[in-house]
């Protein structure tokens, strides 16, 4: 666990704080950085929260999620912002890569810089160091650092919501990563008056009409199974993006379906986004998906659900992933 006392001295006056997630920011991204700021607003702090590029429309109804600092949108913004600010708090993620150009701003930054992560592998460039896999997210570590401090008087219900919308997202609908720990917070939260089935809609069921049509087409056009080797793979192309007109977050979730399949131990998803390749793995049990990301597609996670990038065309990035799971398209056409 964090040492709290030093934290608490880093906030014990009134702080210019930016609050920093990842690139393609989840629920749990945004839930994390809402919640925290929306906590060191009550302590009377100035925050600004930054992320690199945009997030989904199903957390559009966040408060102040129209306030927060897109670094696509408004780099010279941001940068002026962490340049200024006091004390940086970096939100589910733990290697600088994750935020683009603004890693080299914030290593640049004298101010102390506070980790807040649950993925594997943490890069050492922060000053206090919240590092665990243990925690099925980074929005219930954010429970645990400001009850620790405040108590549970802080839990307010906009403080709920998002730390919820971050346990329930980064847990698949408290499908995995689980725990005693993980259902007392949300039973508190309940018992304090979160309204959780409306956060559910929020954001599972506010889907557009072309969602389905989409996932219709992956499973139907884009979907390849390896079953000797327990594997399953989809893929998007550069046209899908254009005839579907896919946007943030609309691939979310289209994973999980090459999941449900009993013959299915290893999923990975590849889109060809309009600016760069992008993987999402996921897997069953003591596969790691962690190290086939790190190790080939630049990038990481945790055991059983990671993401990389591939510079290459789509194909020869299939043909990679074809390779390192040991299956052959030609046999399976
Ligand atoms: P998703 O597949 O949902 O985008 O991501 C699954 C997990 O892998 C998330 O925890 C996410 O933070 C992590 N992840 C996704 N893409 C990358 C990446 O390019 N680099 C690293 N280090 N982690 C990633
Ligand atoms: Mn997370």
Known sequence: MIDLDKLSQLLNRP????????RNPDGDAIGSVLGMSYYLQGLGHQTKCILPSEYPVFFEWMRQAHDILIYD??????EKAVESAELIFCMDFNSLDRIDRLGIKVLGSAAPKVMVDHHL???PFADIV????????TSEMVYHLITGMGGSDVLSTEVMEVLYTG???DTGSFHHNTSERVFNICAEFKRRGLDDSR??????NSQPDKYLQLLGHCLYNRMELYPEKSFGLMYLTKEDYRSYDIKRGDTEGIINYLMMLRNVKVGALVMNQPSIIKLSMRSKGDISV????REHFGGGGHKNASGGFSKSSLDETLKKLREIMGVDKTVNT
Do not use: N, W
């Open 167 to 169: 346990i329930m997202t």
């Open 290 to 293: 962690q190290k086939i990301c």
């Open 130 to 137: 919240f590092s665990d896999p243990g925690y099925s997210s």
């Open 73 to 78: 949108l408004s780099a010279a913004e941001c």
């Open 15 to 22: 702080k210019r704080i930016v609050l920093l997630s990842h």
């Open 121 to 123: 592998d943490p890069e």
């Open 199 to 204: 956060i559910q809609e929020l954001v599972l």
